[in-house]
């Protein structure tokens, strides 16, 4: 009988350790309820009695992190945040980002910096890494280390809808308006009826008039930034100039601008090479450039200004069968 008690003692305490995980679960999970109820102290409670049966739990401390997060609480949620990644095992990534956030919103962005690129080490195909560290980038300053950062990002999900928005708003702040109209024209097509969508659309409709002014009925003016004469889409840009011009005179409105100047836009675009790099080269212009043909243009155009035309709204709801095929365009299939 006495060689039988180390069974009896082992079987005992893995009993009570898989009864401890089960019951760990179990509190988890009410906690998570009550989190997404917007319940957030009651959460926290729920997840304290969780930690005095295991402290050291990752998915318990990066939960009440979590919720204490929404509460604000930024300086309490990094201590649990630490407890995770000094694990080193589950909830790890999103420890990472929670924690570089954190640090970003309580006015540490050069911490915040060093936490998304020890992480992106880690995980280096994760798209939300460099999309964070872009967004702290940005806060400081770092407008061109920002923009590498949301390229980084869509090279890892290319339907990440706040990279092509952020990235686009970007690159119309540094002058570079063919690229940011890359960048929102694809933000619409992911995301074509929304309160971004709207501000989306003032802003291209500031790129696509950008420089031309109407001086008198027989003088206009269009003003180039020498700049960027030299870029790789200099030459969409003059055309894009002399397309404003042309309908400046001709004194067009709404819809019809729109529709006007970005087939003139999509229009001058180079054709794909793939001899350059980069999401603009790699994505943007191969989809353009099947887009832009005369079965697609319309249903593409009247898409994303649905936010801005309630012609273009009813014109998508009247042909289903054009929109089934952009989108399988857009697919790929």
Known sequence: MIRRFPFIICFLLLTLVA?????????????????????????IKIYEKALDIDDKSSIVNYEIAYSLIALKEYKKAIKHLDVVIKNNAGSLREAYSSKGSAQDIMGKPKAAVKTFEKAIKLFPDDYLLYYNLGITNNGMGNKAEAMENFEMALSKNINHTSSHYVLGLLKADEGDRI???????????????????????????????AGVSKESDTQININMNADKLGSEFSGVDIIL????????????????????????????????????????????????DKVRAEEYIDTFLNYISVSQYESSMKWVEENEEKMDALAKLVNGE
């Open 19 to 43: 009864t401890s995980q089960k019951n760990v679960e179990e509190i988890v999970g009410e906690g998570v309820r009550l989190h997404d109820e917007g319940k957030y102290e009651e959460a």
């Open 241 to 288: 100039s002399l397309s404003a011009a042309k309908i400046v005179t001709e004194e067009k409105e709404g819809s019809e601008v729109f529709k006007e100047m970005s087939k003139s836009f999509l229009g001058a675009l180079p054709k794909p090479d793939e001899a350059k790099t980069g999401v603009y080269w790699n994505f943007y212009i191969p989809l353009y």
């Open 179 to 209: 690229e940011s109209l890359l960048s929102l024209y694809f933000f619409l097509l992911l995301e074509p009826n929304s309160s971004r969508s709207k501000n989306t659309f003032k802003v291209i409709e500031q790129q696509m008039g």
